[in-house]
């Protein structure tokens, strides 16, 4: 009976080896074993996965942040040159006059 026992133990390890996962590796764990093994290898693999995804998404909202900051700031600046424009032709028309009137009373 123990020599049945031993061998049909001996036949289920090599069944293993030669099917299914237990045939990836080629080491005394049984199927098993190797299936818990790659269960935490992925579980570890998603956790990286989603803590890179979750920095890259912080990453997006904060560059969006700049980026809104940055196209404010540009249409501040924007508004303040066309003002400064208009300041500037105004004055220069206003000098063009003057200059006008100094003539015409030179004269």
């Given amino acids: 009976m123990s020599l049945e026992l031993k061998i049909l133990k001996e036949k289920v390890i090599e069944d293993e080896k030669n099917s299914g996962i237990g045939s990836i590796y080629d080491d ?6 190797h299936i818990h093994l790659l269960k935490t290898k992925y579980q570890k693999m998603r956790r990286d996965y ?38 500037i032709a105004l004055f220069r028309k206003k000098e063009k006059s003057e200059k006008a009137k100094l003539e015409t009373e030179v004269k």
């Fill in 28 to 33: 005394e764990r049984n199927m098993h074993l």
């Fill in 50 to 87: 989603d803590k890179e995804l979750e920095e890259l998404r912080k990453r997006q909202l904060h560059v969006q942040n700049e980026q809104h900051q940055l196209d404010a700031q540009l249409s501040a600046i924007g508004k303040q040159i066309t003002y400064i424009e208009n300041l």
